[in-house]
């Protein structure tokens, strides 16, 4: 259901769009990864990916949930004040980059690449709040204030090539 709804985004390649699922399950409910891309040129907007999946059923009384939404974006990273912000590219979206617990060192890394002056060119976290049963993920990102910046818990990133 989660897949269907995110293969539906017009700027999600479909092609790029794959449900893998571990061989030695049994019973219960079935584990598994979706993994998709934005189509060449174009970003995928978070705020897209929530109203897709609200717009199921998974919004309802499913018991279905998620364990964590990782992603890479492209972007410029920039020192506002004493956070670091990741302003997406060709997008207006900006995620303030925070410590993700699964991988401390991944901003300390990221802070000290910014203050050698290297140019990051992607970062890839996970976002903060995409965690549990699917209709409690889709209520917490929802009440999310407009003037709240989202958060990306940074996990590793790439700095262009000179």
Not at 64 to 81: C, F, H, S
Request: charged residues 35%; positive net charge.
């Amino acid at each position: 259901m989660a897949w269907d709804a995110i293969a539906r985004q017009y700027d999600v390649d479909a092609d790029s769009t794959k449900l893998t699922r571990p061989k030695d399950q049994k019973g219960g409910y079935q584990l598994g990864t979706i993994e998709f891309a934005a189509k060449k040129g174009k970003s995928i907007d978070l705020d897209k990916i929530h109203q897709s999946i609200t717009a199921t059923r998974l919004s309802g009384g499913t018991s279905m949930g998620m364990d964590y939404l990782e992603i890479t974006a492209r972007g410029e990273v920039i020192k506002r004040d004493k956070e670091l912000v990741l302003k997406v590219s060709g997008t207006g979206q900006e995620l303030l980059l925070s410590e993700e617990p699964t991988a401390k060192e991944g901003l300390q890394r990221l802070r000290e690449a910014v203050a050698r002056g290297e140019k990051v060119s992607t970062v890839t976290g996970r976002v903060p709040g995409w965690s549990g049963r699917f209709p409690e993920v889709l209520r917490a990102w929802a009440k999310a204030s407009d003037t709240q910046k989202r958060k990306l818990g940074v996990i590793d990133f790439e700095v262009e090539k000179k």
